[in-house]
């Protein structure tokens, strides 16, 4: 691995200042799971890590705020988030998601920030983040911005984020009475990459689906929102005939991307199969993930 210098600023604006002024020559250093493994093989070889895991302890808490709404600091750790009750009080899909995120070894390190900002498509929180409509704040100097999850991600490794611009939070909104839940299909091991995965949420008030929120990963460049689905649902009775036909509406206006967890016409068989299963759990009986 090409040596590099190490900083260890004490603030998130201190870090963001310098790595603006660096240049493309210098990178943010979370939990260090996914950069480190792109260094050694020789994708990445900045001249600079500039390590978040000295800055403030404001960006290792996890809040709920009077009004309901979650805000988790960047650097902390999705074993922090599988594991404070509060979460599991608020948002059960979002802790168990991470029972299959990877192995207990990367959960202990790896930090929320690192995880949004690595962009790989085939993760496993951004689809559930953007079916719950959770944004990132992100500071870039003494400036601030309130960015969607679903605007974050561009496309393979790619983000909106600027040069500088560091994930200080994650902020998922108070969920009232929706119900969510996070699908992780993978042909592998469990807790291996997934093969596709739906992030999902419903508003059902008097026996009536008020709205939707539907999210696939691992299946095009970025996490891809199921409209044609959404717009089948909406205002209808849950049914499994309904619910049929959302999952054939997802598969068919889908155009999919391959890879080595499978082909395009397998993950969308899976999502036309899946999403009809997830919904079904999810009006029946609540939200979770499997
Ligand atoms: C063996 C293995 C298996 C895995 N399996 C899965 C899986 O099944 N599902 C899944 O979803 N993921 C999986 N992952 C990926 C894992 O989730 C990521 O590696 C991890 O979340 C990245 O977080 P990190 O803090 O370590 O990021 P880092 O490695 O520190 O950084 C990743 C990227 O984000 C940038 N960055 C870091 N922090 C910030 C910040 N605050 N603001 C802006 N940019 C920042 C870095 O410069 C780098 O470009 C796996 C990883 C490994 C090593």
Redesign the pocket.
């Given at each position: 691995m090409k040596p590099y210098a190490l900083s260890q600023p004490l603030t998130?604006h201190e870090a963001s200042a310098q790595i603006a002024a660096d240049g493309a020559d210098a990178?943010?250093?979370?939990?260090?799971?996914?950069?480190?493994?792109?260094m050694k093989t020789g994708v990445?070889a900045?001249a600079a890590?500039v390590n978040?895991r000295q800055t403030e302890l404001q960006?290792r808490r996890i809040e709920r705020q009077p009004e309901g709404d979650l805000h988790i600091g960047?650097?902390v750790?999705?074993s922090q988030i599988e594991h404070e009750p509060v979460v599991r009080q608020a948002v059960p899909a979002l802790a168990q998601t991470m029972k299959?995120?990877?192995?207990v070894?990367?959960?202990n390190?790896?930090?929320?920030?690192?995880?949004?900002?690595?962009?790989?498509p085939?993760?496993?929180?951004?689809p559930l983040l953007c079916a719950l409509g959770a944004h990132v704040l992100?500071i870039s100097g003494q400036q601030q911005r309130q960015i969607p999850v679903e605007d974050l991600i561009t496309g393979y490794?790619e983000?909106s984020?600027g040069r500088g611009?560091?994930?200080?939070s994650l902020v998922v909104p108070a969920q009232q009475q929706r119900r969510s839940s996070y699908v992780?299909i993978?042909t592998r091991a469990a807790?291996?990459?997934?093969t596709i995965?739906i992030g999902i949420s419903l508003d059902i008030e008097s026996g009536v689906i008020r709205s939707s929120r539907l999210f696939v990963g691992a299946a095009t460049d970025r996490p891809t929102r199921l409209q044609a689905a959404e717009q089948i649902l909406a205002g209808r009775q849950p049914s499994e005939t309904l619910f049929q036909q959302a999952g054939e509406a997802a598969a068919a206006g889908l155009v999919l991307r391959g890879d080595e967890r499978g082909s395009a016409s397998y993950k969308k068989h899976l999502l036309q199969v899946h999403l009809r299963r997830a919904l079904l759990a999810l009006a029946v009986d609540g939200g979770g993930a499997s």
């Open positions: 998130l990178l943010p250093l979370g939990g260090g799971t996914a950069l480190m493994l792109m990445l900045p890590l978040l960006w960047a650097l750790t999705l299959r995120l990877s192995n070894r990367v959960r390190v790896a930090t929320v920030g690192g995880n949004l900002a690595h962009a790989d085939h993760m496993d929180l951004p992100a490794y983000t984020l611009e560091l994930i200080a992780k993978t807790d291996d990459w997934p995965g």
